[in-house]
């Protein structure tokens, strides 16, 4: 646990340095060739008639549930959200007993098929970029146990295999619809090395089958799911539960509209609120009693929560109130599926699509008290660094410099390798392994869980030799406070960082 470890070695960065521990976007990522072909065979064996039509049908459900979840009154999400124990202690439904509350989505045979066929890859894509980034910024973090609430049809577990292939040993899927139960598993097929799976169709169905000493999970993860539950109540229900059962990491994922970013802060808000409150009570306990040593080490090692990622803080979100909305984007590469069935209006649809996304991830334990990257680090500007040149080192090697053009002409001109969908039966996969050991040998200095790192919220704009950011940090050393802040850099005034900053994407992490 991250509460009983001690302050880890101080990591000195370097201008050269910084880029790869920021960096944090995925480029266009490609779905993985076992999912591929899964997807097809699946498509192929359920022959389904007049695809087109039900994935429109399908989008257009997705939009209702959106329009459900808008009449929500305001006044019964203020005070959910201001007061958030009050309002469970007048639900009566405590435990929910039907599936996703009382009028969650459930889906038919036809819905399924389409949405393996049209939004599995996306979803599937926002999932291994949120976990891929839970594995870079805790490096010993390996998932033994994991619970996928919502599982569908297996989106996330094929993105937990991709990003942790060996250590996974128990995973246990909660999915309530008996039509995604079975496209999952139908999906599975063939696959090697799997770990022990259970499927449940509702969390009281996983508590009464496992016993309270291993309910616990190394990760939960609940991925599209919360914006199916138009009753906020029962979204708060299942956070709650969720919790209970994370022995270290929860991670949340919807879709990047303000739907779902406003689930999330909900969420973010009230996971940090119950542990404050949880908190204060064992000071309160603390004070009065001080002879029961076992039970204050108990409450210590659950106490205390922070996030992951995305936010550097634990303060309140500084996009509150603003008319913005946080989320990110994932670019992937279209299956043949989803070019053969998704519509264009007008234009031919792309060969991409970037899938917007919003997400949390928390950890128990206390954030780690760690140096900022910027500490102790001074930067020359571009006249201080003109002047500290050698005039030795602007001398120019006319030979070296020949005998490197006529090497460069006598070479011959590589290929790059490209991915054809079309060759999915051919294509082995051991091309996926090893593009995992060139991303972790890539992977060398991962950023620390200090507040030091904020975050890109938006697109940096380039304008001339100017780039303009906008960046969401801690202005407190122990992460409880955070702001959001306009950032401008010049390659006059700090070469070091507007050189960095020419590089930042959207999502990247952003050194203080």
């Known amino acids: 646990m991250a509460s009983l470890i001690p302050e880890t070695t ?94 969650g989505l459930k889906y038919r045979d036809d819905e399924t098929i389409a949405y393996v066929a049209s939004r599995m890859p996306a979803v599937y894509s926002a999932c291994y970029r949120v976990l891929c980034e839970v594995r870079r910024r805790l490096p010993g973090f390996s998932p033994a146990k994991v619970l996928d609430f919502g599982a569908g049809t297996g989106s996330a577990f094929w993105a937990l295999r991709e990003v942790w292939p060996r250590s996974l040993e128990k995973v246990n899927l909660v999915e309530p619809s008996q039509s ?65 059962l994370t022995r270290d990491v929860l991670v949340l994922v919807e879709p990047g509209t303000p739907q779902g970013s406003s689930i999330i802060s909900q969420m973010r808000s009230h996971i940090l609120w119950m542990e404050k409150r949880k908190s204060r009570k064992y000071e309160a306990r603390k004070s009065k009693d001080t002879k029961k040593e076992t039970c204050k080490d108990l409450v210590t090692l659950r106490s205390g929560v922070h996030i992951v990622a995305p936010c550097p803080h634990e303060g309140r ?37 970037d899938e917007k996304f919003s997400f949390v991830a928390f950890r128990r334990g206390e954030r ?30 006319y030979e070296d410099l020949l005998r490197l053009q006529a090497e460069a002409e006598v070479e011959p001109c590589k290929k790059e390798d490209l991915v054809n969908y079309e060759s999915d039966e051919v294509q082995d996969d051991t091309v996926d392994s090893d593009k995992d050991q060139e991303k972790g040998e890539e992977e060398t200095i991962p950023a620390d869980l200090g507040g030091g790192w904020g975050r890109i919220i938006f697109s940096p704009v380039r304008r001339g030799r100017q780039v303009a950011m906008d960046v969401c940090r801690s202005i407190k050393r122990d992460g409880s406070e955070g702001s959001f802040q306009h950032l401008v850099f010049t390659r006059s005034k700090n070469p070091t960082l507007h050189r960095l900053a020419k590089k930042s994407l959207w999502g990247d992490l952003w050194p203080f």
């Not at 929500?72 to 202690?89: A, G, N, Y």
């Not at 913005?324 to 649809?349: M, N």
């Not at 140096?371 to 120019?396: C, S, V, Y």
Request: net charge positive.
């Open 368 to 397: 780690p008290r760690e140096r900022w990257p910027l500490d102790g680090m001074k930067f020359d500007t571009l006249k201080e660094q003109h002047a500290k040149r050698n005039p030795e080192d602007l001398e120019i090697d």
């Open 10 to 103: 101080q990591k000195i960065f370097t201008a050269e340095t910084l880029r790869s521990a920021a960096k944090q976007s995925e480029g266009c990522l490609i779905v993985p060739v076992r999912l591929r072909r899964a997807i097809k065979r699946y498509l192929r064996e359920q022959e389904e008639p007049h695809m087109k039509r039900k994935v429109l049908r399908l989008s257009e459900s997705f939009n209702a549930i959106k329009g459900v979840n808008l009449t929500l009154t305001e006044s019964t999400s203020k005070e959910l959200f201001e007061d958030p124990l009050k309002s469970v202690e007048q639900s009566k439904r405590w435990k929910i007993k039907s599936a996703y509350g009382d009028i």
């Open 317 to 353: 979100c500084p996009l509150e109130n603003s008319g913005k909305y946080c989320h990110f984007a994932q670019r992937l590469q279209r299956t043949t599926s989803q070019r053969a069935y998704k519509r264009s209006k007008s234009e031919p649809l792309r060969g991409f699509e």
């Open 180 to 244: 995604m139960q079975r496209a999952g598993q139908s999906l599975m097929q063939g696959l090697k090395d799997l770990p022990l799976i259970h499927s449940y169709n509702s969390i009281q169905a996983l508590n009464k089958d496992i016993s309270k000493s291993e309910r616990e999970h190394d990760l939960v993860i609940a991925s599209y799911v919360l914006g199916e539950v138009p009753s906020l109540q029962d979204r708060i229900t299942i956070v709650r539960q969720l919790w209970d």
